[in-house]
């Protein structure tokens, strides 16, 4: 993890140690062969590198389980049955933060780690969002 660290703070390699980490398991095969990954890693290079590798260091190695309770907005949790990350993590997440709703997108629905960048997943994420803000116009 030292190494990998390392690897994210140094700007001339970011970027490789940037796109490996995500091209498995971040978005659906078609997603990758419709080249919306590759577009979206591209944008990388515009962005401050050393902010990018503090906030994945930080959600990497910080346990903030603790915390969750003293949560005090309501808070919308949100998941994906074909994330990395495996959803019952959020399904648990939701239970620790008070006032909390709770949405699980199925693998159909675009259910992936990045689901932003997901044909179906943009649609049902937005309107999921839309939904817990309380707009009108979905």
């Not at 140690?17 to 091209?23: G, N, P, S």
């Not at 050393?50 to 906030?55: A, E, T, V």
């Not at 939701?94 to 932003?116: D, R």
Request: charged share 20%.
């Amino acid at each position: 993890f030292y190494e990998f660290t390392c690897q994210l703070a140094n700007e001339d390699t970011f970027y490789d140690v940037f796109c490996k980490h995500f091209e498995n398991g971040f978005v659906s095969e078609a997603s990758k062969k419709n080249g919306v990954l590759d577009s979206w890693l591209n944008a990388i290079p515009a962005m401050n590198y050393l902010c990018l590798q503090r906030m994945m260091v930080d959600s990497l190695t910080r346990d903030w389980r603790d915390m969750l309770h003293l949560i005090s907005v309501p808070t919308l949790v949100i998941g994906g049955k074909a994330s990395i990350v495996p959803w019952q993590t959020q399904v648990w997440v939701s239970e620790q933060v008070p006032n909390s709703t709770l949405k699980i997108l199925e693998k159909e629905e675009g259910g992936y780690h990045a689901m932003f960048l997901e044909e179906k997943g943009m649609v049902v994420l937005n309107k999921s969002i839309n939904d817990f803000l309380g707009c009108k116009d979905n």
